[in-house]
């Protein structure tokens, strides 16, 4: 009986990541998070498979992409980074422990760190200052796909957790308007303009 005891404590005790141990995946502890190279997934407990590690790594890099603005200055034009730390026990504490010790964006403070919790199927997150979105509406879009949470299905769960993000943020605002498209007619014109000016000239 307490040796069950003890290892249920000890197996407790080996689940429970310390945020100064914890490999950071986009520098040198990406292999330790189960990725191939540097990413914004770490998954050193292997909750999740091989493919669905790399399915959120792209939903979590076009965040970034669908949050850039044209320009002004760096930090006016930069996306806001997403990084995804999965656990099987994890707190509020430890995520925010990771944004303070990953320095993940000190210039432009436009990061934010989700922290899935396996366990306990609850996704934390911390947020820095300047980025394209508040807390606030963060906590809605999860607190919308809590069921899917806590039915275990994480994968689908955080995927339309990170697409949602990235619809809420005001695309239109700040982007370069690409020239209007010029039609058939006016290019027919236009290269007909040298042999119309040509002709005039001879007459």
Request: hydrophobic share 40%.
């Amino acid at each position: 009986m307490w040796l069950l005891l003890f290892l249920m404590v000890a197996l407790a005790a080996a689940q429970q990541w310390d945020a100064s141990k914890y490999p950071n995946p986009r520098k040198g502890g990406f292999k330790q998070c189960n990725m191939k190279s540097a990413s914004s997934v770490c998954d050193p407990d292997e909750v999740l498979s091989m493919e669905s590690r790399y399915r959120l790594n792209n939903d979590l890099q076009r965040i970034s992409v669908r949050t850039e603005r044209g320009g002004g200055a760096f930090c006016d034009r930069k996306g806001t980074d997403a990084i995804l730390a999965i656990v099987r026990q994890g707190s509020q504490q430890l995520v925010n422990d990771l944004s303070r010790l990953w320095h993940m964006d000190d210039q432009c403070k436009k990061g934010i760190i989700f922290l899935l919790s396996s366990d306990d199927r609850h996704l934390y997150f911390a947020i820095q200052p300047n980025a394209a979105f508040n807390a606030d509406e963060v906590q809605s879009i999860i607190d919308t796909n809590e069921r899917q949470l806590q039915t275990g299905n994480f994968v689908g769960a955080l995927g339309n957790i990170f697409k949602e993000i990235g619809k809420r943020t005001n695309l239109d605002e700040g982007l370069v308007t690409p020239h209007p498209p010029i039609s058939v007619a006016a290019l027919t014109i236009y290269s007909s303009l040298p042999l119309l000016l040509l002709f005039t000239t001879f007459v």
